[in-house]
Nanobody, 125 residues
């Protein structure tokens, strides 16, 4: 059974940094896209960043976070990270880790996914 467990959320001030981690279990993830989505209060869940590690590797980012966020993964640890810098109040959301259900998908994870339970990030001005 696939499980994704996020950690690293918290309450910070605007301009601060946070690093989210997601540990995956239940299978080997090296051939599966992994990434992060977020859902702010009253809004739909949206893509934040994704990463694949085959064919030289590739990352994708939402325009709203590009330049402030870095996604990375450690396949040996079945872990994906989200380094967030220069945080803004509009980054406040529950952040969800996601892993593609099927191998060799897009780094934007458009298909069927497994989800973690989420970790809350609150950015105050």
């Amino acid at each position: 059974q696939v499980q994704l467990v996020e950690s690293g959320g918290g309450s910070v001030q605007a301009g601060d940094s946070l690093r989210l981690s997601c540990v995956a279990s239940g299978r080997t993830f090296s051939n599966y896209a992994m990434g992060w989505f977020r859902q702010a209060p009253g809004k739909e869940r949206e893509f934040v960043a994704g990463i694949i590690s085959w064919s030289g590797g590739s990352t994708s980012y939402a325009d709203s976070v590009k330049g402030r966020v870095t996604v990375s993964r450690d396949n040996a640890k079945n872990t994906v990270y989200l380094q967030m810098n220069s945080l803004k109040p509009e980054d406040t959301a529950v952040y969800y880790c996601a892993a593609d259900k099927y191998p060799h998908g897009s780094s934007r994870l458009p298909g069927t996914k497994y989800w973690g339970k989420g970790t809350l990030v609150t950015v105050s001005s």
